[in-house]
């Protein structure tokens, strides 16, 4: 079955960087595009940007730009999102999710990874 | 911030029937027939529930329906049940720059 594996919880500095993974499972990875959506406390979901893993075009919102990276690698099927210069607001819980076939929704999400920027 | 606007919690007792609503702009729900909606228990990945409005994932129990009249969205859950209990989303496409849309999220409780 579809699976979306992402890496564990981390801790930061303000000023540095994460990079969080996100390895696909019981689909071909490069036939679908994947997103990365964030989760900051009591708040909803908010759409950072996605990659094409059949040809690794990017796209991300505006606000986002310029200081999120995401990429793939399609030998072991696996996403990453990086993010730079973090603040306390970029303290939330970072989702990796495969948009369907259709491309008007998200099907399958990772579990989450905790992203917690403190001094 | 979020898009769409979501009450932040409803509750019903087992048995009964509960309804989500979601509204949103011109510019997403308004637009397009592309509303989904989806199950968060803590801890859990999300879970699609509802795509393209009303259509049921392979799955998903038929309990759960969904409906949009214009500019707002809903999710009904009938014969609520102990496991029904978690955070619902709703989702929309988007014409504006960014793709998806996603609601404030509303807490289900079951009494």
């Known amino acids: 079955q579809v699976q979306l594996l992402q890496s564990g919880a981390e801790v930061k500095k303000p000023g540095a960087s994460v990079k969080v993974s996100c390895k696909a499972q019981?689909?071909?990875?490069?036939?679908?595009?994947v997103s990365w959506v964030r989760q900051a406390p009591g708040q909803g979901p908010e759409w950072m940007g996605w990659?094409?893993?059949?040809?690794?075009?990017?796209k991300y919102a505006v606000k986002f730009q310029g200081r999120v990276t995401i990429t793939a690698d399609t030998s072991t099927s696996t996403a990453y999102m990086e993010v730079k210069s973090l603040t306390s607001d970029d303290t939330a819980v970072y989702y990796c999710?495969?948009?369907?076939?259709?491309?008007?929704?998200?099907?399958?999400w990772g579990q989450g990874t905790l992203v917690t920027v403190s001094s | 911030q979020s898009a769409l606007t979501q009450p932040a919690s409803v509750s019903g007792s087992p048995g009964q029937s509960i309804t989500i609503s979601c509204t949103g702009t011109?510019?997403?729900?308004?637009?397009?027939?592309?509303v989904s909606w989806y199950q968060h228990h803590p801890d859990k990945a999300p879970k699609l529930m509802i795509f393209?409005?009303?259509y049921r994932p392979s799955g998903v129990s038929d309990r759960f329906s969904g409906s949009k009249s214009g500019n707002t969205a809903s999710l009904t859950i009938s014969g609520l049940q102990a496991e029904d209990e978690a955070d619902y989303y709703c989702?929309?496409?988007?014409?504006?720059?960014?793709?998806?849309?996603f609601g404030t999220g509303t807490k289900v409780t079951v009494l």
């Open positions: 019981g689909y071909t990875f490069d036939h679908y595009v």
């Open positions: 990659i094409s893993n059949s040809n690794g075009n990017t």
């Open positions: 011109n510019s997403d729900i308004g637009l397009y027939n592309y």
């Open positions: 989702s929309s496409y988007s014409s504006t720059y960014i793709p998806y849309v």
């Open positions: 999710a495969r948009d369907s076939s259709r491309g008007s929704y998200v099907d399958y």
């Open positions: 393209d409005v009303s």
